[in-house]
């Protein structure tokens, strides 16, 4: 998997969060002072995955369309959700990288990749989690 | 149905009361144990059988099913800190990797936990009025998340 250019610190990139109905995990959790975020197990990669993938937002409708993409493969996206932080967050507060990695599946596709100022740790998901807020939730049927 | 909390005082030496075990740390730290589970016990039990249902690819970036022996070693982690006074309702939920989740958020701190198949526990505990307090770090003894979860040390 090639990488591409870094996404502008302007940007905000996406993140789908499974459903919290009855008998799914809880991937978010209402912080106090700061509101309903992801937890860091909704965002941090597998221990054999390289880069964690996330999306780019291009307008007000991709956290829908991040959605719609896997309803069309089958699933059902009934209360699921999308967490949304900004590249500027993902780079000048906690070091990490933000590429472009588009695919055919999704154009907009990139990855949170280290630094060599800041490797990939269980705290840096963690504080990462702390700033992402839950932008959308998809109706429940 | 009351819980009756006893206090221990704990020191280098060990407990200074018989009876209920008492957990260990490094520094004093008061402990108060319940006679009872916490009420909260039973709904991390059925959330934690739950997530045994999840399928390959649960989270649409390619994670593991939940392994029974996480979800058994987490049952284990749970009751644990049921029994102890101050710990309050995690929020349960899955790793990527097929281990269980735990996070408590109390604003002024956060904790995550992950519990593999082996009963390793990884936890981050954020102090966000100081985060020279900040941990990174696992452990096979439950007993050092008390003084996180509780936040009575002395």
């Given at each position: ?11 905000i990139?996406?993140k789908?969060?499974?459903s919290?109905?009855?008998?799914s995990p ?9 509101g ?8 941090c990669p597998?221990r054999d ?6 999306s780019?937002?291009?307008d007000e409708a ?13 699933r059902?996206i009934?209360g699921?959700?999308v967490a949304a932080?900004?590249?500027?967050i993902v780079?000048?507060?906690?070091g990490?990288?933000?590429v472009?990695?588009?695919t055919?599946?999704?154009p907009?596709?990139?990855l949170i990749?280290p630094?060599?100022q ?8 963690s504080q990462l989690a ?7 939730t998809h109706?429940?049927? | 149905?009351s819980?009756?909390?006893r206090a221990f005082?704990q020191?280098?030496?060990g407990p ?11 520094r ?14 039973r709904?991390?039990r059925d959330?934690l059988?739950?997530l045994l249902?999840?399928?390959?690819n649960?989270n649409s970036?390619g994670a593991?099913?939940?392994s029974h022996?996480?979800a058994a070693r987490a049952?284990e982690?749970?009751?644990y ?8 309702e ?5 790793t990527p990797?097929g281990?269980v ?9 956060s904790l995550?936990v992950s519990?593999d198949g082996?009963?390793?526990?990884s936890?981050?505990?954020?102090d966000?009025?100081?985060?020279g307090?900040?941990?990174?770090t696992?452990t096979r003894?439950?007993a050092?998340?008390?003084p ?6 002395s």
């Open positions: 998997m090639s990488v591409g250019p870094r996404v502008g610190s302007d940007e990139i996406l789908r969060i499974p919290q109905r009855l008998g809880e991937m978010t959790i209402a912080r106090p002072g700061i309903l975020t992801a937890t860091s197990f909704a965002i597998r995955e390289k880069h964690p993938s996330w780019r937002q291009r991709s956290a829908e369309v991040l959605l719609r993409v896997e309803a069309e493969k089958g059902d009934s699921w959700r932080v900004e590249v500027r780079r000048d507060e906690l990490l990288d933000v472009a990695n588009p055919e599946e999704d907009g596709h990139c990749v630094t060599s800041q490797p990939f740790t269980d705290k840096i998901w702390k700033r992402t807020r839950i932008i959308y109706p429940a049927r | 149905m819980a009756s909390p005082e020191t280098d030496s200074q009361s018989a009876g209920d075990t008492a957990t260990f740390s490094p004093a730290t008061i402990v108060a144990t319940r006679d009872r589970p916490a009420p909260w016990l709904s991390v959330k059988e739950q249902a999840l399928p390959e649960w970036y593991r099913p939940v022996d996480a049952n982690f749970a009751a800190l049921s029994y102890v006074v101050g710990v309050v995690p929020a349960v939920g899955a990797d281990d989740g735990f996070c408590w958020d109390a604003g002024t701190w995550d519990i082996t009963g390793l526990i936890y981050v505990y954020l966000e009025e100081n985060h307090n900040d941990r990174d696992c003894d439950i050092q998340l008390i996180l979860l509780t936040q009575w040390s």
